[in-house]
């Protein structure tokens, strides 16, 4: 290229820059989106925009002031750059187009071949597949248009909301619309790669560009500008309360999440439409693509597998150790045996000799084995981790649900005196199966030694235990039966009492007793009789301990509320309470927050009629919702109202869930780690084996067969790796279960890791897996297909 | 009636640092059905060129090639890829053989290819290993193959599908006298008994003496020999 030409293409291509800056600029100034500016900017520093909790890098964008609004700016402000901005854009490129079209000045005297027919490929070659672009542009449009559409026809009007009627829910409408919106683009990408039987990436660069990047744009612009929100917001507010369910207040992640998905089911569908097209027909027959992938990979050996497996389960160092140690004693044992074979018959000798070299590795073989072991890692690391959250998950949901109810119901008021008969109707609600009266209110507790904050809860001891687990946490010594009868709280003695003399009532004046510890004096027994008098109190073992009390010890309970007016305002009230007993839950919020009295104490000590609601135990956890729905309905509603254990705890499963995504998404990076592998190791075997590919084409295989063949390989890697990290995963899983890990019980609270598979996840981090290292050999699979016969034949 | 195979006014260039070599300037030959044709040319003449862009290995940079009346380079590349396994044998100077691969499947790869049926396609490639002479060497790999039993290997291979154009480029290059005029008898035999037509590039003159039709390729051209 002439240096004019050149300068005139840097030329081109610095004014459609310029351009494209003066639109951004232009369109951010306008308004269009400071969020959309931050997300810019998170995305160029990484990964940032994966993970929630750095999100906040986003905000980086915006302090650096380059997009920032000046102050007091109209939002109109701006505008009038988009106009040039564009012009820019445009004459930049026609510049770029000029120059590259300008016709090169012939350095040679004409050949001889003037005149001959232009090889015929060379002759229809043409600068641009306007049918491809045609194809991914209308592809792409009409996946995100459809997208939207269908998601607004299925979904129930108002989704989200508690009455909901009619339509599908929003996951089933997503999934519906989705599943749509994929197939419609993977057709597009594959219906344009067949048609110029070519990948046109041009092509599909520029309509991803032009066709697909303006809707997510404009759905993004659309939370920053007023008056496209007003105009398209109502419209469309089903999209966006979809979006907004996946991250908090950030909708624009969720279109452009969406985005992301269809430009890759684009992408695939043009490596299949070209992979299938490449061959004359429709052709996805794999007979001799298989048969010749395998052989060359070679990755279902028992000694690899064994090998990768072993690695897996137990670590590096221990398998290296047992290799090292079998091959040094077979080199030993080989060369001794070849020797004296070579003493009978020396061709013997020269025969094994070639059987040892026919045995020996090539580093493809090697990075075949690291790969299987890269993705299997990935795999096994996936599913312990899962596994073992959700075991978290499922222990605080269990224990939640055993020291909470799964659902209340509450009176819009302060009390419901009428308990008795709400609890008969809520008797009859089908999936009822248990359920007890309650007070709740806050407190803080004194003993000698310390003092707390605590939540008090009046129960009904009789029908406490239908609901919550309550009874069976009591420590020994204690018990709830203290709540109802004061008498029943055990003295705290050093032994244990003496049984009473029939023939003495009252105080024993035995020598047998030791008078340091155990005679009462007449004072203790003065307190003894009104501590008896004293209503009993249960707290949990963290709380007892950092009281400092043991069962039978005295507690004040002091409410701020309550008490008569002094001379400064309302008096705090106290009562004094004994330990009737202790519980231990295992959850370290109620063992230390909780304190339980009899429901007739709570009534008369914060002078709440009846009880403040009924706690609920339903027969199907999963079903609490609509259980407590029915229950709804049964009392006809306000004044009362109803709430299950997932709401209450919303935010507790909520940051749960979001923890596990995380955790997913950073253990996705280590089998995408895995897959960067895969290619190394695919392109490895490309270029191994060149001459075959170009063998193979002379033969007649077609260059969608050759991608087959090559895809196949990866596809072998990844369903090894995947299956070997699956066995591996699920052993330590069960190792972890049967076995064991102890936790610090000073940290946890749970005495061992839990676990708990989940067949779905499970199988989907497989899936993933396997689609990765798919996903991974599509670019060197291409590579290969591209090998001119020639170049491999004249390799040699 | 149109020619078996027209090759006309084929050009050629390669292209090393900066300099262009011209090495097919306007080729034009006809070769009709059935013929046993012998190429002679100095070393870097071109026949290898010549014998890549007839058997649709390598793209002219002009020219056009007829192969029974239709135009080869006009087809499609699956088109391409299909002619090249059903019509067009090859056997190179060097066996090029799949290494993975024992010499029963290598001699029955152009079958599978055409997705023939894999058992009677491994029965048909044993009666050809046989026909070369080497049964016995059924389930070698090609690393435990002489360059001579290779070479027949990748004789029987071409034959697989029985190709209407058997294209051998110095198949005898690297093989000693006697071997090599065991595979050019071979060659001669296949013409006879199956009407196979065969291009054979060799530079033993004897060799091509001994076949019906001689050329030679000098200054890129391709002139009879005779
Ligand atoms: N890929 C290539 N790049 C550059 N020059 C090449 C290439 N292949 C062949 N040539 C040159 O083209 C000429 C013809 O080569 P070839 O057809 O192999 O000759 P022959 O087979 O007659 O010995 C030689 O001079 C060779 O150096
Ligand atoms: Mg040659």
Redesign the interface.
């Known amino acids: 290229m002439s240096a004019p030409q050149a300068r005139l293409q840097w030329t081109g291509a610095l004014i459609a820059s310029v351009g494209a800056a003066a639109i951004i600029i232009g369109g951010i100034r306008a308004g269009l989106g400071e969020a959309l500016a931050a997300d810019l900017a998170s995305l160029l520093v990484g990964w940032a925009q994966l993970l929630p909790p750095l999100v906040g890098a986003g905000a980086v964008g915006t302090t650096l002031g380059l997009f920032a609004k000046p102050l007091g700016a109209t939002p109109g402000e701006g505008l009038w750059l988009l106009g040039p901005g564009v012009v820019a854009w445009t004459v930049g490129w026609a510049l770029l187009a000029k120059a590259l079209q300008g016709d090169q000045k012939p350095v040679?005297p004409p050949?001889?071949?003037v005149g001959?027919?232009?090889?015929?490929?060379?002759a229809k070659a043409k600068d641009f597949y306007w049918d491809a672009l045609a194809a991914y542009g209308f592809g792409v449009l009409l996946a995100e248009v459809g997208f939207v559409l269908v998601y607004v026809a299925l979904v129930a009007p108002g989704a989200g909301k508690p009455n909901a009627a009619g339509g599908l829910s929003p996951v089933w409408a997503f999934s519906v619309a989705f599943s749509a919106a994929v197939v419609v683009a993977f057709i597009g990408g594959f219906l344009g790669a067949a048609s110029s039987?070519r990948l046109a990436t041009p092509e599909a660069t520029a309509a991803l560009l032009y066709f697909g990047l303006p809707i997510p744009v404009l759905l993004s612009a659309m939370h920053s500008v007023p008056a496209l929100m007003t105009s398209l917001g109502y419209r469309l507010k089903e999209v966006v309360y979809l979006s907004s369910l996946l991250g908090e207040n950030r909708p624009e992640l969720g279109y452009w999440l969406v985005f992301a998905a269809l430009a890759l089911a684009l992408f695939l569908g043009i490596n299949f439409g070209f992979v299938a097209?490449?061959?004359?027909k429709f052709d996805l027959?794999t007979?001799?693509e298989a048969?010749?992938s395998a052989?060359?990979v070679?990755v279902f050996r028992p000694r690899l597998l064994l090998g990768v497996f072993s690695v897996l389960i137990l670590g590096i160092v221990p398998p290296l150790i047992a290799f090292a140690i079998v091959s040094a004693a077979e080199a030993a044992a080989d060369r001794t045996r070849i020797r004296k074979l070579g003493l009978k018959d020396p061709l013997l000798a020269a025969e094994a000799l070639n059987e040892l070299k026919?045995k020996q590795q090539t580093p493809t073989a090697m990075m075949t084995a690291l790969s299987v072991g890269g993705v299997g890692v990935g795999v096994m690391a996936l599913i312990i981790v899962l596994s073992v959250m959700s075991g978290f998950e499922a222990d605080l949901q269990k224990k939640i649900l055993g020291t909470n109810a799964h659902g209340v119901v509450m009176k819009y008021s302060l009390d419901m005196p009428e308990y008795a008969d709400v609890m008969e109707k809520i008797g009859q609600v089908r999936g009822v199966a248990g359920q007890t009266p309650f007070i709740l209110n806050e407190v803080m507790v004194s003993s000698e030694g310390n003092i707390s904050g605590s939540m008090i809860k009046g129960i009904d001891p009789a029908t406490v235990g239908s609901v919550t687990d309550l009874p069976s946490y009591m420590l020994p010594g204690g018990s709830l039966d203290g709540l109802e009868d004061p008498t029943k709280i055990h003295v705290k003695r050093l032994s244990p009492p003496p049984a009473p003399k029939e023939d003495v009532p009252g105080v024993v004046p035995d020598i047998e007793r030791d008078p340091m510890i155990d005679t009462a004096t007449p004072e203790e027994d003065e307190d003894a009789k009104a501590a008896a008098a004293m209503p009993g109190i249960v707290l949990g073992r963290e709380l007892a301990s950092s009281l400092k009390v043991v069962v039978g010890d005295r507690l004040n309970v002091v409410s701020p509320l309550g008490g008569e007016l002094g001379p400064q305002g309302p008096m705090p009230k106290s009562r004094p309470f004994r330990v009737a007993g202790i519980f231990y839950s295992g959850m370290y919020e109620y063992d230390s927050k909780f304190v339980y009295i009899h429901l007739k104490e709570a009534q008369r000590f914060f002078g709440v009629k009846g009880a403040s609601g009924v706690e609920i135990k339903v027969a199907d956890v999963d079903d609490a919702r609509a259980i407590m729905r029915r229950i709804y309905d049964s009392l006809d509603g306000w004044p009362y109202r109803t709430k299950d254990w997932g709401e209450m705890n919303r935010n507790l499963f909520a940051a749960l869930r979001l923890e596990k995504l995380v955790m997913g998404i950073i253990l996705s990076i280590i089998i995408i780690v895995a897959a960067g592998l895969i290619v190394a190791t695919v392109i490895m075997l490309v270029l191994e084996k060149r001459?075959?590919i170009?063998?193979?084409?002379?033969?007649?295989?077609?260059?969608?067969?050759i991608v087959k063949i090559f895809l196949g390989e990866g596809l072998q890697i990844g369903i090894a790796g995947g299956v070997l990290g699956l066995v591996a995963g699920l052993a330590w899983c069960f190792f972890i279960e049967k076995v064991g890990i102890k936790l610090d019980p000073q940290v946890y609270y749970i005495p061992s890791l839990p676990v708990r598979i989940e067949p779905v996840q499970t199988v989907l981090a497989v899936v993933i897996a396997v689609l990765i290292t798919f996903l991974a050999s599509i670019y060197p699979a291409l590579k290969a297909a591209q090998v001119?016969?020639?170049d491999g034949?004249k390799s040699? | 009636m149109a020619a078996f195979l027209e090759v006309e006014n084929v050009h050629k260039a390669y292209f090393l640092n900066g300099k262009r070599i011209d090495v097919l300037r306007g080729v034009s030959v006809t070769i009709e059905k059935g013929e046993l044709v012998s190429l002679i040319g100095a070393s870097g003449s071109g026949k290898s060129t010549f014998l890549h862009v007839v058997g649709t290995l390598d793209a002219p940079a002009a020219g056009s090639l007829r192969f029974q009346g239709t135009s080869v380079f006009d087809l499609s590349d699956a088109e391409v890829a299909a002619f090249r396994n059903r019509t067009i044998g090859f056997v190179f100077q060097s066996h090029y053989l799949l290494p993975e691969f024992t010499a029963l499947e290598n001699v029955a790869m152009p079958a599978l290819i055409s997705r023939l049926d894999k058992k009677s396609s491994l029965n048909r490639a044993r009666e050809l290993l046989e026909r070369v002479g080497l049964s016995h060497r059924a389930e070698h790999r090609p690393g435990e193959l002489s360059g001579g039993e290779s070479q027949r290997v990748a004789l029987a291979r071409a034959l697989m599908l029985k190709p209407d154009l058997l294209l051998a480029d110095e198949p005898t290059g690297n093989l000693d006298p006697a071997t090599g005029e065991g595979i050019h008898a071979l060659l001669r035999e296949v013409n006879k008994d199956l009407g196979i037509t065969a291009v054979v590039v060799t530079h033993n003159v004897e060799l091509a003496r001994s076949l019906p039709r001689q050329l030679r390729l000098t200054d890129g051209q391709v002139v009879s020999a005779a």
Do not use: I, Q
């Open positions: 040679r050949s001889a071949a001959a027919p232009l090889y015929s490929k060379l039987k097209n490449s061959s004359g027959r007979s001799y048969f010749v052989r060359h070679s026919l001459k075959e170009a063998v193979l084409k002379a033969l007649g295989v077609p260059d969608g067969g001119e016969p020639v034949l040699e």
